[in-house]
């Protein structure tokens, strides 16, 4: 047996976010936004008794891999996921629908 936490993230579509649990327990979410083929990241939040282990990104990780997955295409209006996409730059950048707005 391991002491790590199960960490997963889900698509939460009737509250327009993505969450990330940890042991089942809400940990951080990243809103969005929808058009059609486009999300809109609005904000990314991780609680504080949460943070310092990793977990907003883990958040953005597998919340861009399902927009991918969908064929989607991202707007990153969060500076979290800009700075993500910008940070991990090749590999998210065929997710950008737009150019993202600066800060």
Do not use: W
């Not at 199960?6 to 993505?18: A, I, L």
């Not at 891999?65 to 090749?90: D, Q, T, W």
């Amino acid at each position: 047996m391991t002491d790590e936490p199960e960490v997963t993230v889900v698509d939460n579509p009737d509250e327009s976010r993505f969450e990330v649990r940890v042991d089942g327990t809400l940990a951080g979410f990243a809103a969005y936004e929808t058009d059609p083929g486009v999300v809109y990241f609005v904000h990314t939040e991780v609680f504080d008794e949460f943070a310092g282990q990793g977990l907003a990104g883990r958040l953005a990780q597998a919340a861009l891999g399902m927009v991918r997955e969908a064929g989607n295409k991202i707007v990153p209006l969060c500076p979290y996921i800009r700075a993500y996409v910008r940070k991990h730059s090749p590999e998210y950048d065929d997710l950008l629908g737009a150019p993202a707005a600066e800060a």
